[in-house]
């Protein structure tokens, strides 16, 4: 079993099982712009931080462009440098001196100065920024393969952990300028950078790993204020020991129907049409939550924080002074002004800055409709993965056409979602017949027949129906479901 | 003995997998041994007419293989290119240089001028038979 | 963040030419180096490249060494050789490189001409 060195890029060691290959090159590629510098800048400060001196060799940037980058991107790289932990060499010269080729030449300068440095600095790692820039201009084939070869050699014999920052002419076309990365290098990573109208949409795929598992297919990742993050679907840090414990809903009746309760570091979907009274259960749910004492966040994607507090206010909730007394944060916002990247960003330092034990998401479908299927789908992923670290207990609301609750949801929400209730209604003479059901609830029993909501004084309602109170609603909603279609 | 036969050890995969195709291109055939202990098996039942011995290897170092391989009168006359690096230090090298090989090459290692001595000596080999 | 364009190989323009000719030193000499790596295949024909070249021009106005970057890494360093075989005019100003084994003969014809250096005979 091979020996691993981690990154200290959050996410990227879970998805390497350990992370990097000690001894060993590592292929790092995407196009310009894909984060690639960042990764091994990054990379190489944690490595400088933990003792494992590293180089980190610009091709075409000065040594002092390359500690100013760190430095914005708060890696301080200039007190590494300054400490001796990380050492910086340029190893071209500035593009503005005149250079002439007169026939055929190879990479054994740069291995002889590579050799040297290693020497006297006594690295262990290094970082090659970029291994396309030293290509350029490109040699014949043949001869770039070689050339390729000749510095991976040099960096495997000196027993460096090396990575190799390298340009991808595409995302997923043949990976990289060079080809040659199969049998030379050990790891290869992917990095890309998908623009979705006007959103950023990055992630990072690990391509290839020899003789180490790793997650496959491509995770969203972000750049944030500490550099870059990745999510993967299980997080390092999720607590491992599934709490069976359970807290009440706050909505009288449901507890009943989920059989005492939702459960702890759960994510729970509660789907259903526009007024059929997610709102209205993301706000009670939250209200007792806080009631209990637990720090709560709620956002809303849907309506403005005037109004939203109004609606509560109808019903009496009393979210205002939740509010004043500080452990219930209600955050309106409004996915169209923002890219998906900013939101779990934001969505990500939010959370960590004020540590809630309960997050209500209102509604997931503004996001969905914000912005593409895949991109939806990889926010949610990213979601799913900041609530499950921190064992956090979620409701995620869904708005779904009327009638259509029941429906299959994609798999991936299925996936994430540990419990469903579904909310409809169908219209009767008098009133509005409210009703919820349970369509799943991972790790417990749990009613399986509708129950009717009431929407009243104190917040909701939930009872069991009568067997003809129930057979009356059977029998209006197959008359509106037909007057449907 | 195989005349066209070259035993190429080094633990390194991508480097056997280089050297290899550029001996076989070369017309060569290429037997390969991942580190000391393969490569003094594989010395003494296949007999090659040549070996490539990188000095780096997990188990037995390079230069105590190729001392093995000259003291063993079975495999004694194989002519044994010992593939050193450039940064050792000088005691280390003049131990490299003792332990009896026939050709010392220092990495960087290129392709064209390690053909040129295998080439080199095989010819000797031969004359001498 | 960094941007990445590529390196285009070019021969000094007309300009380059006439400045570098009027800052001729008072000794006229060219001074050059040539870097090589032993355990390179292009050390042997660029160094016997390099010299057939320089046979055909005025030695006295060449300055000529070759520096194995084996032996003199620190010196590799302070001119920022990558490439080898690899030829560094350090005097007269501008500095110019030349890459390769020098097969193409041009680019040092071209250089040498430029500074001034005549020919033999």
Redesign the interface.
């Known amino acids: 079993m091979m020996t691993k060195v981690k990154t200290g890029v959050p996410g990227f060691d879970t998805l390497t099982f350990g992370g990097l290959p000690v001894g060993r090159s590592t292929l790092v590629a995407g196009r310009?712009?894909t984060g690639k510098?960042i990764f091994g800048l990054q990379t190489a400060a944690h490595f400088a931080r933990h003792g494992l001196k590293t180089i980190i060799v610009?091709?075409?940037?000065t040594a002092e462009?390359?500690l100013a980058?760190g430095d914005a991107l708060g890696f301080n790289l200039s007190g590494l440098f300054a400490d001796g932990r990380v050492h910086v060499a340029?190893?071209?010269?500035p593009?503005e001196?005149?250079?002439?080729?007169?026939?055929?030449?190879?990479?054994?300068?740069?291995?002889?100065?590579i050799?040297?440095l290693?020497?006297k600095t006594g690295a262990r790692a290094i970082v090659l920024?970029?291994a396309?820039?030293?290509f350029?201009?490109r040699p014949p084939q043949g001869l770039l393969r070689?050339h390729f070869?000749?510095l991976?050699?040099?960096f495997?014999?000196?027993g460096l952990t090396a990575i190799i920052l390298a340009?991808a002419p595409s995302d997923y076309a043949q990976l990289t300028t060079l080809g040659v990365e199969d049998?030379?290098c050990d790891m290869v990573v992917v990095m890309r950078l998908a623009m979705d109208g006007e959103r950023r949409r990055r992630s990072i795929e690990i391509n290839k790993y020899r003789r180490s598992p790793h997650y496959k297919g491509e995770f969203p990742c972000t750049i944030t204020t500490k550099g870059l993050a990745i999510f993967p679907l299980d997080a390092p840090d999720r607590p491992d020991s599934e709490q069976i414990e359970r807290y009440s809903s706050g909505v009288t009746g449901l507890d009943e129907m989920t059989h005492g309760g939702f459960l702890r570091n759960s994510i729970m979907l509660v789907r259903g049409p526009t007024g059929s009274g997610k709102t209205m259960l993301a706000g009670v749910f939250a209200r007792a939550g806080a009631m209990r004492g637990e720090r709560v966040v709620y956002y809303g994607f849907e309506e403005p924080r005037p109004t939203l507090i109004r609606n509560f206010d109808e019903v009496r909730l009393g979210i205002g002074e939740l509010v004043r007394a500080g452990n219930f944060k209600l955050i309106c916002r409004y996915p169209e002004a923002t890219s998906l990247e900013d939101l779990l960003v934001d969505l990500r330092l939010g959370l960590e800055e004020f540590q809630p034990s309960l997050v209500v998401m209102d509604s997931i479908s503004s996001i969905e409709h914000a912005s593409s299927e895949k991109g939806f789908r990889q926010f949610m992923i990213g979601v799913a993965s900041i609530l499950r670290g921190h064992g956090r207990s979620a409701l995620l609301t869904q708005t779904v056409l009327a009638g259509a609750s029941a429906d299959h949801t994609a798999p991936y929400l299925s996936t994430i979602a540990d419990a469903i209730l579904t909310l409809d209604y169908t219209p009767s003479a008098y009133d509005m017949n409210r009703t919820m059901r349970v369509i799943k609830m991972r790790g417990s029993a749990h009613a399986t027949h509708p129950y009717r909501l009431q929407i009243g004084a104190g917040g909701l309602h939930i009872e069991r129906w009568s067997a003809a109170a129930h057979q009356a609603s059977a029998e209006a909603e197959e008359r509106w479901t037909g007057a449907r279609s | 003995m195989d005349r066209r036969q070259i035993l190429v050890v080094d633990d390194y995969a991508g480097a056997r997998y280089l050297r290899s195709r550029i001996l076989m291109d070369a017309g060569y055939e290429v037997v390969e041994a991942e580190n000391g202990e393969d490569a003094l098996r594989l010395a003494a039942t296949v007999l090659p007419s040549l070996i490539l011995l990188d000095v780096n290897l997990p188990d037995i170092s390079g230069t105590e293989v190729c001392a093995r391989l000259k003291r063993d009168p079975l495999t004694a006359g194989i002519p044994v290119i010992q593939i050193t690096g450039a940064w050792l230090s000088e005691e280390a090298r003049r131990r490299g240089m003792a332990s009896g090989a026939n050709a010392y090459l220092t990495e960087p290692v290129d392709d064209v001028m390690l053909l040129k001595e295998v080439v080199n000596l095989l010819e000797v080999a031969a004359e001498e038979k | 963040m960094c941007g990445y364009t590529a390196r285009m190989a070019r021969l000094p323009g007309p300009r380059e030419r006439a400045s570098s000719g009027t800052r001729r030193s008072a000794s006229n000499s060219v001074d050059l180096v040539l870097y090589v790596s032993t355990s390179s295949r292009y050390a042997q024909s660029a160094q016997r490249n390099c010299r057939t070249l320089l046979d055909r021009f005025d030695r006295r106005q060449v300055k000529f060494e070759v520096c194995d970057i084996g032996e003199h890494p620190e010196r590799a360093e302070e001119d920022s050789v990558c490439y080898t075989p690899m030829l560094v005019k350090r005097h007269p100003l501008p500095r110019t490189y030349v890459v390769g084994d020098l097969s193409n003969a041009e680019p040092l014809v071209d250089l040498l001409k430029s500074c001034g250096v005549t020919l033999r005979r």
């Open positions: 310009s712009g510098t610009g091709i075409e940037e462009d390359l980058t340029e190893m071209m010269r593009l001196e005149p250079t002439v080729v007169s026939g055929d030449y190879d990479l054994f300068g740069l291995v002889h100065r050799e040297h290693v020497q920024d970029s396309t820039a030293l350029s201009p070689n070869f000749q991976v050699h040099c495997r014999r000196l340009e049998y030379v």
